[in-house]
C-alpha cells in the first residue's frame, strides 16, 4: 500500500535515499556496507541478494533461458537479450557526451576514449580498447570475412569495408 501514498519510511543512514520497502532498504544498504551473504558454492563468488546468484548460477549450468527470434542466438541474462536486439532493430539509445555519437551500448563505447588498450594483438604490437576492434584487426593477418549482408562474400577487413562502401552506395 505504500507504494501508492508514496510514504517511504525506510531512510538509508549512509546517504539518506528513502524505500518503501525494507527489501529494498536492505539490499541498497549493502552497496554501502560491502556485504554480501549470498555465495555460489562453485565458485565462491558472493552477490548482494539470491536473484544475482540464481542469475550467476547459469554460467556453471549452460543453462540460457533467452533466445532471439530473429538469429536464434541464446542468453543467460534478459538484459543480454535486449541489448542484442540492438543489432537487429539498429536502436540506439543513448548519447556519448564526448563524442556526441548515438550509441547501443555506452559502456563499450566510452572505452574508445580511454586510455586503457587492455586488448593486445599476438602478431603485431597494436592494442585495442575494445574487444571486438581487436577481433576485426585480427583479420588483417590472414583470415576472411564474410560479408554481413545476402551476399556471402568472402573478403580481407579492407576488402570488407570497400565492399559494404559500395553495397551503400547503391
Do not use: W
Amino acid at each position: 500500500m505504500r507504494i501508492h501514498t508514496g510514504v517511504k519510511p525506510y531512510i538509508c543512514s549512509f546517504c539518506d535515499r528513502q524505500f518503501a520497502q525494507m527489501a529494498s532498504f536492505k539490499l541498497h544498504e549493502r552497496t554501502h556496507t560491502g556485504e554480501r551473504p549470498f555465495s555460489c558454492a562453485v565458485c565462491k563468488k558472493t552477490f548482494t541478494n539470491n536473484g544475482y546468484l540464481k542469475i550467476h548460477m547459469r554460467v556453471h549450468t549452460g543453462e540460457k533461458p533467452y533466445l532471439c527470434e530473429i538469429c536464434k542466438r541464446t542468453f543467460r541474462e534478459s538484459g543480454q537479450l535486449k541489448r542484442h536486439m540492438r543489432i537487429h532493430t539498429g536502436v540506439k539509445p543513448y548519447k556519448c557526451k564526448v563524442c556526441n555519437k548515438q550509441i547501443g551500448n555506452l559502456t563499450k563505447h566510452m572505452r574508445v576514449h580511454s586510455d586503457s588498450k587492455q586488448f593486445n594483438c599476438n602478431f603485431c604490437d597494436k592494442q585495442f580498447s575494445i574487444n571486438s576492434n581487436l577481433k576485426l584487426h585480427l583479420r588483417v593477418h590472414g583470415d576472411k570475412a564474410f560479408c554481413q549482408t545476402n551476399c556471402n562474400s568472402q573478403l580481407s577487413q579492407s576488402g570488407l569495408k570497400r565492399h559494404k562502401c559500395e553495397l551503400e552506395n547503391k
